[in-house]
């Protein structure tokens, strides 16, 4: 009671593939398949950005640290 049974399922799918046939499930198939791989295509190429974002801060950072500390030198040597 309640739940479908593997001969209501089967029943069923025999019903689909008479009304649309096997070549057009197979492209409708094909094409969520697309669909998905292109999902996840965009979502990785929008990983990327944040991450080369991230790794030119710590560049700009590290090069304002080291003018910095050649600042620092070059001020020492004028004192001395």
């Given at each position: 009671?309640?739940?479908?049974?593997?001969?209501q399922?089967v029943i069923i799918a025999?019903?689909?593939i008479?009304?649309?046939?096997?070549?057009?499930?197979r492209?409708i198939?094909?094409?969520?398949?697309?669909?998905?791989?292109?999902?996840?295509?965009?979502?990785?190429?929008e990983e990327?950005?944040?991450?080369?974002?991230e790794?030119?801060?710590e560049?700009q950072?590290d090069?304002?640290f080291?003018s910095?500390?050649?600042?620092?030198?070059?001020?020492?040597?004028?004192?001395?």
């Amino acid at each position: 009671m309640g739940g479908i049974s593997i001969w209501q399922l089967v029943i069923i799918a025999v019903i689909v593939i008479l009304l649309f046939g096997t070549k057009k499930l197979r492209g409708i198939g094909g094409d969520l398949g697309g669909a998905i791989k292109g999902f996840k295509k965009a979502l990785k190429e929008e990983e990327k950005p944040a991450e080369k974002t991230e790794q030119k801060l710590e560049s700009q950072q590290d090069a304002t640290f080291k003018s910095e500390q050649t600042t620092e030198k070059t001020k020492e040597k004028d004192q001395a």
